[in-house]
């Protein structure tokens, strides 16, 4: 990197609970531990974070990422060959959504779920093309105290489930499938995690990869998840952001559940995206203080009864 070294930056919330945009910043200039340290705290607090007009290289874009811990690779996503770190998420005509659009935090079918992603968008459609996060601890505090406490200590199962149909078709394709289900052994997950730094309750599951609560039966286990999903639906929720070329947005898939909303196909809509590695998940930990009563509003919410 070069140029002037950028100075502190200004954090401006955008919603009670979840999303800020963070000012004065460009990223292909250097960036002191002080600056970046206020952008990961403001990550912790508002739990998905963007930054406008960063017009800055694809290698900018990785070693911006590697200051929030080691890098992931992908392996459902095409990638550069010579930057296997780096997803090419490039949808158009020939190029249908794959599975985005569905409410998800990313690769929880990996024993250790990624932690934070990278998002930048290269090009945007002629219109449309937004993405959606929802605030998955206010989706946990806004549940009754009862399901609060039936849930806590519950376990899920969690695969790849819609990226299978990559592997449909002749036998390569299914020693290949067989291959992906070796590699993600179906990992079990805390329904509820208490996040490792912000210390919040957490609703850990997700449409996209879960696969089935343990201990119960099918029945019960779907029409229960199906209540706890509905959680990332609720509008008072979620932040919905409209990309320009050059926005960049980090978010904490631990807080979180995004969404790309899918209302532009066939138009071309082009991303880069670079993902941190994450370790264990700590389950519900009934002495955990938050360090900051950030629920305290998705609680008087739901306490109006307006769900
Ligand atoms: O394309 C988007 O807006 C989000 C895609 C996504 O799910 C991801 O990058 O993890
Ligand atoms: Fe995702």
């Not at 219109?127 to 929802?134: E, Q, S």
């Not at 904490?252 to 880069?272: G, I, T």
């Not at 938050?290 to 509003?297: E, H, M, N, S």
């Amino acid at each position: 990197m070069t140029g002037k070294i950028n100075g502190e930056p200004e954090v401006v919330r955008c919603h009670r609970l979840i999303g800020a945009e963070v000012r004065g910043i460009d990223l292909s200039r250097p960036l002191a531990d002080s600056a970046f340290s206020r952008i990961y705290s403001a990550l912790l607090e508002h739990k998905v974070i963007f930054f406008r007009n960063q017009h800055i290289t694809t290698e900018q874009q990785v070693e911006f990422a590697r200051r929030f811990g080691p890098l992931e690779q992908n392996p459902f996503r095409p990638q550069r060959e010579d930057l296997p770190e780096l997803q090419i998420i490039k949808n158009d005509k020939d190029h249908p959504v794959l599975s985005t659009d569905v409410w998800h935090a990313d690769l929880t079918f990996r024993q250790f779920p990624t932690k934070f992603t990278i998002l930048r968008c290269m090009q945007i459609p002629e219109y449309g093309g937004d993405t959606m996060w929802a605030d998955m601890c206010a989706a946990y505090e806004g549940l009754s105290p009862k399901l609060r406490e039936f849930i806590t200590g519950l376990t899920a199962l969690h695969d790849f489930k819609n990226f299978r149909v990559l592997y449909k078709g002749d036998e390569a394709k299914r020693a290949q499938l067989l291959q992906m289900e070796e590699m993600f052994p179906n990992p079990s997950h805390p329904v509820v995690i208490t996040h490792p730094e912000t210390r919040q309750r957490v609703l850990f599951v997700n449409r996209q990869f879960t696969l089935r609560l343990e201990g119960m039966s099918d029945l019960e286990s779907r029409n229960l998840l199906e209540i706890l999903y509905q959680q990332a639906s609720i509008p008072e929720y979620q932040y919905r952001l409209s990309w320009q070329p050059g926005t960049l947005v980090v978010w904490d898939n631990r807080l979180c559940q995004h969404y790309a909303v899918n209302d532009y196909y066939p138009h071309p809509r082009h991303m880069e995206r670079v993902a941190v590695a994450g370790d264990a998940l700590p389950a519900f930990d009934p002495a955990a203080k938050p360090v900051r009563d950030f629920a305290t509003i998705a609680r008087v919410h739901a306490h109006e009864g307006l769900h």
